[in-house]
């Protein structure tokens, strides 16, 4: 499958509620805009679209990824599942590997909509979905994709959990990284 056009973004953050964030927070996006074979019309197997991916994690540089999340906004002329067949289990073995590894799932969000949409790509920790410190995300916005006919594929990775988290739960250095859930 062609990628259209790649987009790339980055958001660093290096204090909240003035309190410095050490490391600091980088989260990293990238979008790749393909073409939908499948606009227009119904199409059973959606197999061909289960093989396209990219991956952020050079942006996040000297740091490395510890949370991620995935996403996708469907052009008007396509369907919702389009863009869910492309973040497969072979999506997410690509951004896995490219994380370092992961156990956990990948969160993740699918809409159709028009250029210009907005979408919050949501981030779990990769080893243990439970880690509340980790439960954030990235907001992304398109000012011209999806056309009507295009899918814009996007893989996110962050550093670290919220800064200043403190809503209790299951802590990043309790992980036994055993079964993708704590």
Known sequence: MEIKRILTFVDEVRSEAGQRTQPPLRKAAVVAIVQNPFAGKYVEDLSPLTVASAIAVALLAP????GYGKAALIGLAGEQEHGNAMLTTTFGNVMREAAGGGKAWISSFTK???????IDVPFAHKDAPYVRSH???ISITLHDAPLPDEIALICAYATRGRPNHRVGGLGADDIKGIDGLT
């Open 63 to 66: 740091y490395k990824p510890v």
């Open 135 to 137: 439960y954030d995300g």
């Open 112 to 118: 159709r909509a028009a250029p210009g949409a907005t």
